[in-house]
């Protein structure tokens, strides 16, 4: 079944509210963060829905599509609960290396950077598929020289 974009946008609006009540500005900003990710996953949703408008329903139901979750953990474990329909594992660890580089520039931004924080992707029987790590989507380096 189709994801549905009510789902991402309640959940955008659950993380919306639960920045406001944050210990800490960097935690606002990733939880604002995940919300426009959620509205974007909404938006993504809703266009495709309409691409596939007149195509047949039995086609369009044919074909399984995996589910992926993202666990975020940083200064605090954020569980996803909802996972995004993704091809392959490959795909889903791609999405993870985006988020995770979003998310650590998030923190360059409030002035530090951990890391060990990372992103756990798991399937949907449960099986985590991989595990994307701060470090591994940055470089840092002293200079720009050779």
Do not use: W
């Amino acid at each position: 079944m189709p994801d549905d974009p009510k789902r991402f946008r309640d959940r955008a609006k659950e993380c919306r509210a639960l920045a406001k009540s944050a210990r800490s500005q960097e935690d606002a900003a990733l939880l604002k963060q995940i919300a426009e990710q959620m509205d974007e996953e909404a938006r993504l949703i809703e266009s495709q829905s309409r691409r596939l408008k007149g195509t047949s329903r039995s086609i369009e139901h044919s074909t399984f599509v995996p589910r992926f979750y993202f666990h975020l953990f940083n200064d605090m474990e954020c569980r996803d609960e909802e996972g995004a329909e993704l091809p392959n594992a490959a795909v889903a660890l791609q999405r993870a290396s985006v988020l995770a580089r979003e998310m650590a520039a998030e923190s360059v931004k409030q002035g530090h950077l951990v890391l060990d924080h990372r992103i756990d992707v798991s399937d949907d029987r449960g099986a985590q598929v991989g595990t994307v790590h701060f470090r591994d989507v940055v470089v840092i380096k002293e200079s720009d020289r050779a």
